[in-house]
């Protein structure tokens, strides 16, 4: 938007004219002021930061909090564990859609998955291939957009291939956008760019190369873009990297189509962050407890905490004065700052 569009929004949104705001990350800017925020929802809830969801909430006087996600981040799980979030799971998939069939390799099969590519395209199919960057860099070595699409139409040159990204203008990704959904376009190579919001039925083929650069919740968004029809559908996870490290933490991709499960699995390997810091992962901080072996007391803690701050949410009855005390002594922070 211009900056005089932006002005005129900012006026419409703070004298309460505009009631249902629809945005992106500007909607927390410091110069956004809502007239009364009641509620906020926050869609793809991964693309958000600890800070930026916190910011969202202190726009209002302590508003309704609603967060979406298709890959719940192992933050999130934790939370979920203390109780701080109530949730809402659809575990089933539209009537119709199969199972992704998902595969992790090394480069040594790149020459079958071009053919497989080929096979999938003669059959009337389309496909993506991700990229993690979008032109060549002296600092990484990584598959790039624009020098992987030239290479890919001299291997396949009955494909239609063309490259999406995020430096292009608005217009350009939109037509390129209408012409891969009209299946004018066999092969889309693209950035992360169609990680949302995209929706082509036809195509039954993800292959992402240098998989091992991609977060876990990413790359399990990305392969929400392929199995949309009634079509089998594939996810081909590439890497250059014969780590075992890397190959276990693809591994969870491999053998999981669930948002649920592959958040768990990542918490076991990276840890749920601070909770009352902006660390996204890390080790928890327990005496004695495991938040995996003991996740059912976890939960009935949480469930008591919330009984507790139910009735008394100052803690300042005779009953609560020792557990503000040790409260506030734990977390180092005033009452009115935690989550119980």
């Given at each position: 938007?211009?900056?005089?569009q932006?002005?005129?929004a ?5 004298s ?9 990350h ?62 809402s ?21 790149r020459?079958?998955?071009e ?22 860099s ?26 999406l ?15 891969f ?57 590439m890497?250059?990297k014969?780590?075992?490290k890397?190959k ?27 909770f ?19 996740s ?13 701050y ?24 005033v ?6």
């Open positions: 938007m211009t900056k005089k932006k002005e005129k900012y006026e419409r949104i703070e309460g004219e505009s009631q249902i705001i629809v945005g992106t500007a909607l927390i800017q410091e110069k956004l002021v809502y007239k009364d925020l009641a509620l906020v929802i926050t869609d793809e809830q991964h693309r958000f930061g600890v800070c930026q969801r916190e910011n969202f909430a202190g726009k209002g006087n302590r508003p309704h909090i609603l967060v979406m996600s298709a890959t719940p981040i192992p933050r999130t799980l934790a939370i979920i564990l203390y109780g701080d979030l109530d949730i799971i659809i575990d089933e998939m539209p009537k119709g859609r199969l199972p992704i069939k998902n595969a992790v390799v090394d480069e040594s099969y020459k079958n998955a053919s497989f590519l080929n096979r999938e395209v003669s059959k009337g199919h389309q496909c993506y291939v991700i990229c993690p960057m979008v032109e060549e002296e600092n990484f070595e990584a598959a790039n957009v624009i020098d992987y699409t030239k290479n890919l139409k001299a291997k396949l040159p009955n494909c239609k291939i063309e490259y990204h995020g430096k292009l203008k608005p217009k350009e990704k939109e037509e390129i956008m209408r012409r959904s009209n299946r004018e376009i066999d092969i889309l190579v693209s950035t992360t760019v169609i990680e949302v919001g995209v929706n082509v039925p036809n195509a039954t083929v993800m292959l992402i190369e240098n998989a091992e650069m991609f977060g876990l919740a990413g790359l399990h968004q990305l392969r929400g873009r392929v199995g949309r029809g009634d079509a089998q559908s594939y996810c081909i996870f890497t250059g014969k780590s075992e890397i276990k933490r693809l591994d969870i991709l491999n053998k999981s189509n669930d948002g649920f499960e592959i958040a768990r699995k990542d918490l076991e390997l990276r840890g749920p962050g601070d009352f810091g902006v660390r996204q992962s890390g080790d928890f901080d327990f005496g004695i407890a495991d938040v995996f072996a003991d059912k007391t976890l939960k009935e803690c949480a469930d008591a905490a919330k009984t507790i139910d009735s008394d949410n100052t803690l300042s009855s005779k009953d609560n004065i020792y557990l503000k005390k040790k409260v506030i002594e734990y977390t180092g922070k009452l009115e700052k935690i989550n119980l």
